[in-house]
């Protein structure tokens, strides 16, 4: 009865109160998404002015740690309660962490408030996909991948661009307050349009398994963050993390298979869609942002590109992934068929990297850029079509739960991808340059693999030639583990099952579970 009042209300509603829900959600993705590009520009400002330099790390690490563990709980708080009001909270807590973090008068309190916004943050893109998700029937949501695929180009093009401007001008903590304005007009378009019926669930909250997810979840990004920097992998405080982290997680699906309203419901697993684009999802995560942490190092260090305007640098990709997610959501909305851009998109992406891996010190930037398109137009066939598809292949009443475990296997594939080719950049870096630069070499990349203009500029004629070539074989060896662990999506998408993208009709005998998740998505909008 409640997806009936759904489908009456929103029905009802004009068109335009679907764009204006629309556009807050996309400002409060923008939200998400530019927070870590701009404070990263601000880092070297922010220790200047406050110290603590051997924490600064953990002001990234604090976000990213509450982002991913309260993630899936978010999820499970939308299904139960209602959405509306678990996106708007997930909201005011993500601005209350901005606010503070602005307030910090030392290294401590901005990791502490730091972790405050990210379990603000964790709601935020889990709230924007399942709002989408009931809103938009599965046949039309292919319109709107243009759009969200836009405000990810404008965030990582314009992030350290918006970071630095501010910054310079306003001052560091201008780069946390910028999210007040932003979040507030958000609030407010979302309290006025958006209307989904409220609920009132009779069920707890599944602490133990959140417990337990929480732990686990922790204990694999601090190993991907800490191993081959902080610690060395073979450490006992690295095994030690690994050995928590695998128990957690097990005790987690075990408990999982027991709780009255688990936090990550496994029979949503079953459904062979969702779990090869939760796949999918994690090998993209990692593939990309991989390319974005190590493209704009190889254009600085051996190209003698500008770090100003180190956004740009990835326009090639950026635009080509835009053009291609608009293309993909078009296609998809008219036709209803989507199989063949997880096919598509994957053999992109492992052509994409490997040519990236073909790079050397005489690589132009034409053919780089020419390069870093063809991953591009791989990421654009994937992106924002397995949330698709994952959508698609569970019941309403998990929508939030699926969206929050798609975005958690990407935001886990992002760790790892970052962790395991950095720390591939980095011992291949160090092994050429004592190979080429002998005690020099060693010297001066002890502390870091990645030197910064000012350094670069600083070195000898020959020890600059030779960490050039250092860091092309560095990227080498990166971006060909990628193009390898490209290879596991592509053999994902062969066993993708195309179900139709409509949402009538109970489920039949002998129906499979992706077909009666198609037949539950009601079509909550007529015409957008």
């Known amino acids: 009865m409640a997806d009936t009042k759904t489908v009456e209300t929103e029905a009802e509603k004009p068109p335009r109160s679907v764009r204006v829900v629309l556009l807050a959600l996309m400002i409060t993705m923008m939200l998400a998404m530019l927070d870590n590009m701009i404070v990263g520009t601000a880092m070297p400002t922010i220790v200047g002015e406050l110290g603590g330099l051997e924490h600064l790390s953990w002001v990234v690490t604090a976000y990213t740690l509450a982002t991913a563990a309260s993630t899936p709980i978010w999820g499970k708080i939308g299904d139960m309660y209602g959405r509306k009001g678990a996106f708007m909270t997930s909201i005011v807590i993500f601005l209350i962490g901005s606010a503070l973090s602005g307030m910090a008068q030392n290294m401590g309190e901005l990791i502490g408030f730091r972790a405050i916004q990210g379990l603000g943050a964790g709601g935020l893109m889990v709230g924007v996909m399942a709002i989408i998700g009931d809103l938009i029937p599965p046949r039309e949501r292919g319109k709107y ?42 609030l407010a378009l979302i309290s006025a349009v958006l209307h989904l019926p409220r609920k009132r669930s009779q069920s707890r909250i599944d602490y133990l398994g959140a417990t337990l997810l929480t732990v686990g979840i922790t204990s694999i990004v601090l190993v991907t963050t800490w191993g081959g920097s902080e610690y060395a992998w073979s450490s006992a405080r690295i095994m030690e993390l690994i050995g928590i982290g695998v128990a957690s997680l097990i005790g987690f699906v075990f408990w999982q298979t027991r709780a009255a309203e688990p ?81 598509v998109g994957s053999v992109a992406m492992v052509i994409g990297l490997y040519l990236l891996s073909t790079m050397d010190t005489g690589t132009s930037r034409l053919t780089s850029g020419v390069f870093m398109a063809v991953v591009g137009l791989g990421m654009g066939c994937l992106m924002q079509i ?143």
Do not use: C
């Not at 350290?160 to 310079?168: E, K």
């Not at 190092?297 to 640098?313: E, K, R």
């Open 145 to 186: 991948q243009g759009m969200m695929a836009g405000v990810m180009a404008l965030a990582m093009i314009g992030g350290p661009l918006v970071g630095g401007t501010i910054t310079d001008n306003w001052g560091w903590r201008w780069s946390f307050y910028i999210n007040l304005p932003l979040g507030v007009v958000s």
């Open 263 to 343: 936090i990550v419901p496994l029979h949503i697993f079953r459904s062979r869609n969702f779990t090869l684009m939760s796949l999918i999802g994690f090998v993209t995560g990692f593939v990309m942002f991989g390319a974005t942490l190590f493209l704009p190092l190889y254009q600085q260090s051996v190209q003698g590109a500008s770090a100003t305007n180190s956004g740009l640098l990835l326009l090639p990709m950026l635009g080509a992934m835009l053009v291609t997610s608009m293309v993909a959501g078009r296609v998809t909305t008219n036709s209803g068929k989507y199989k063949i851009f997880p096919l």
């Open 386 to 528: 397995t949330m698709l598809v994952a959508q698609n292949s569970v019941e309403m009443k998990d929508m939030g739960v699926a969206s929050s475990s798609t975005t958690l296997f990407r935001t886990l594939g992002s760790s790892f991808g970052v962790a395991i080719m950095g720390a591939l950049f980095n011992n291949r870096v160090q092994d050429v340059m004592s190979e080429r630069a002998g005690a020099l070499g060693s010297k001066i990349t002890e502390q870091s693999a990645q030197l910064d203009a000012a350094s670069l500029a600083k070195l000898p004629v020959a020890a600059r030639e030779a960490y050039q070539h250092a860091v092309s074989a560095g990227t080498h060896s990166a971006f060909l583990l990628g193009a390898v662990v490209a290879v596991i999506a592509l053999v994902a998408a062969v066993f993708v099952k195309e179900v139709p993208l409509k949402g009538a009709g109970p489920q039949k005998d002998g129906e499979s579970a992706d077909d009666a998740a198609a037949a539950t998505q009601p079509p909550l909008v007529d015409a957008v």
